[in-house]
């Protein structure tokens, strides 16, 4: 559930991804390798998951969601500034405010460690698009960022 709640902004939608994750893990028990695990095959399926969820919902406009609410005109924050104890909930909520496809890459590339080319390839994106995102979505933390610190 926790891996499902990084990706969608309510729990309804994070608990039918748990569920179907959870669902895909028991059908294929009989195909758990005893070497790795048990969590981390876990996680992987949960991922799994989530980016072919994403893949069926995907929509090019959210690839380039207007900026709205966000400045660019803002100064860079120093990430020294912030409580390095923030609670997985506060992450969580910070993380749920970005916009879908920049969130999805967000959370692959800095919370489960793919890279630009495994996160282009299984999500249908180009590279180009993939490091757009990041950048997209470290900007947009910042003033979030900022924003809870006031």
């Not at 070497?35 to 690839?63: C, G, H, L, Q, S």
Request: hydrophobic share 40%; aromatic share 10%; with cysteine.
């Amino acid at each position: 559930m926790s891996v499902a709640s990084r990706y969608k902004n309510n729990k309804e939608d994070a608990a039918f991804l748990a569920n179907d994750a959870f669902l895909k893990i028991i059908n294929n028990l009989k195909k758990y390798d005893k070497e790795t695990p048990f969590e981390a095959w876990i996680r992987r399926i949960t991922i799994n998951v989530v980016i072919d969820d994403y893949r069926k919902n995907k929509k090019r406009i959210e690839m380039f969601e207007s900026v709205g609410e966000f400045n660019n005109d803002t100064e860079d924050v120093s990430f020294n500034e912030i409580d390095k104890e923030m609670e997985e909930e506060e992450v969580l909520r910070c993380l749920l405010k970005l916009p879908p496809a920049t969130r999805t890459v967000f959370s692959l590339f800095a919370i489960d460690g793919f890279s630009h080319k495994e996160i282009c390839e299984k999500l249908g994106i180009s590279l180009e698009t993939s490091k757009w995102h990041m950048k997209e979505a470290r900007k947009r933390l910042k003033i979030i960022l900022e924003k809870e610190l006031i």
